[in-house]
């Protein structure tokens, strides 16, 4: 018997930059996980992978890492993807140059 369904994001790299990213509701990508769509349904979630596929000219990497709703949106479910919202970590620059 098939696992059910559990929420989604999409994530992938920037292509040019190498910033995390993450396929927001209206379909462009973000930098912030708060604006993900979280997708809730497997065939969504397929489609999205699709799409993801064939912009290659924009992201590299794209795979679904599985997330719960928070009250600001998206919330990651494991450590590699809480890890992934803070940025490189071997100096600050991206999202850790403002802190």
């Known amino acids: 018997m098939p696992r059910p369904y559990t929420p989604k994001v999409l994530t992938a790299n920037a292509l040019l930059e190498g910033d ?9 990508w973000t930098r912030k996980l708060e604006e993900a769509e979280l ?10 992978m699709l799409d993801a596929d064939a912009r290659g000219h924009e992201v590299v990497g794209a795979y679904l890492a599985e997330a719960r709703p928070g009250p600001k949106g998206p919330e990651p479910t494991h450590f590699r993807e809480v890890f992934r919202t803070r940025g490189p970590s071997n100096y600050a620059h991206g999202k850790q140059e403002g802190q």
Not at 20 to 28: F, I, K, N, P, S
Not at 39 to 48: F, K, S, V, Y
């Open 20 to 28: 995390v990213v993450w396929r927001a509701r209206d379909g462009q």
């Open 39 to 48: 997708i809730e349904d497997e065939a969504t979630a397929e489609l999205h």
